[in-house]
Antibody, heavy 120, light 110 residues
Framework: QLQLQESGPGLVKPSETLSLTCTVSGGSIRSSSYYWAWIRQPPGKGLEWIGSIYYSGRTYYTPSLKSRVTISVDTSKNQFSLKLNSVTAADTAMYYC????????????WGRGTLVTVSS | QSALTQPRSVSGSPGQSVTISCTGTSSDFGGYDYVSWYQHHPGKAPKLMIYDVSKRPSGVPDRFSGSNSGNTASLTISGLQAEDEADYYCCSYAGSYTWVFGGGTKLTVL
C-alpha cells in the first residue's frame, strides 16, 4: 500500500529557506498516473494548496506563493521536495504531502504532515 | 482565489444528521463540479470522503453524502457516530491546475 511521509527541520529561522521532503513508499513516484502535491495548514487556520509536480518535473504553484516556492522531484530516491524561501512567522504551519491522479481533481492520499515553526 | 467559507463548528447527537456548508465565488469553483471533502482526525493523515461533489471513494460509508447548489457545496453526515467527530475541509478545483480549500469545520458529536 502506497504511503507518503514528510520529513525535514521542524524549526526554521526567519528569512531562511524551509526545505521539506516527501518520501513515497510502496509505489513509484515515476508513475505517469499521478501528480504529487504540497498542502499546508497554519495553526488555527484552514488548508492551503501550495503546488503540485509531475514526475517529469512539470510544476504548478499557488499564485500567492509562486515567487518563493520551488517543488522538485527526485525519481531515483522516490521523493519530491518543497523549498520555500524568505520565510516569516506566517509560514509556520503543518505541511502535508499528497497524491492526485492525473485525470482527477482531488487528493486521494495524504501524509500525516510535519510541523514547521518559523522562529528565531 | 480566497479560501472557501465553512462554519467554524457544527454539532449533533448520535444518530442525527448534520450538514456542513462550503461557500465560495464562481471563480473559486471555476464552473467545475470538482468539489471534494476531507475528514481530518488530529495527528492523522486527512482522508478523502467525497469527490466530484457527490461521489464516495470505496470504503466511505454511505452516511456521507455531498451536493452543491450555485456557489455552495454541502457535506451531509447522517446517522452520526462518535467516530465522525473530526475536522472537515472542503476543496474545489479552481481551474488552471490550482485548488482552493475551505477554512475547516469542527464536528462535535454530543
Amino acid at each position: 500500500q502506497l504511503q507518503l511521509q514528510e520529513s525535514g527541520p521542524g524549526l526554521v529561522k526567519p528569512s531562511e529557506t524551509l526545505s521539506l521532503t516527501c518520501t513515497v513508499s510502496g509505489g513509484s513516484i515515476r508513475s505517469s498516473s499521478y501528480y504529487w502535491a504540497w498542502i499546508r495548514q497554519p495553526p488555527g487556520k484552514g488548508l492551503e494548496w501550495i503546488g503540485s509536480i509531475y514526475y517529469s518535473g512539470r510544476t504548478y504553484y499557488t499564485p500567492s506563493l509562486k515567487s518563493r516556492v520551488t517543488i522538485s522531484v527526485d525519481t531515483s530516491k522516490n521523493q519530491f521536495s518543497l523549498k520555500l524561501n524568505s520565510v516569516t512567522a506566517a509560514d509556520t504551519a503543518m505541511y502535508y504531502c499528497a497524491r492526485r491522479h492525473a485525470n482527477d481533481r482531488y487528493f486521494d492520499l495524504w501524509g500525516r504532515g510535519t510541523l514547521v515553526t518559523v522562529s528565531s | 482565489q480566497s479560501a472557501l467559507t465553512q462554519p467554524r463548528s457544527v454539532s449533533g447527537s448520535p444518530g442525527q444528521s448534520v450538514t456542513i456548508s462550503c461557500t465560495g465565488t464562481s471563480s473559486d469553483f471555476g464552473g467545475y463540479d470538482y468539489v471534494s471533502w476531507y475528514q481530518h482526525h488530529p495527528g492523522k493523515a486527512p482522508k478523502l470522503m467525497i469527490y466530484d461533489v457527490s461521489k464516495r471513494p470505496s470504503g466511505v460509508p454511505d452516511r456521507f453524502s455531498g451536493s452543491n447548489s450555485g456557489n455552495t457545496a454541502s457535506l451531509t453526515i447522517s446517522g452520526l457516530q462518535a467516530e465522525d467527530e473530526a475536522d472537515y475541509y472542503c476543496c474545489s478545483y479552481a481551474g488552471s491546475y490550482t485548488w482552493v480549500f475551505g477554512g475547516g469545520t469542527k464536528l462535535t458529536v454530543l
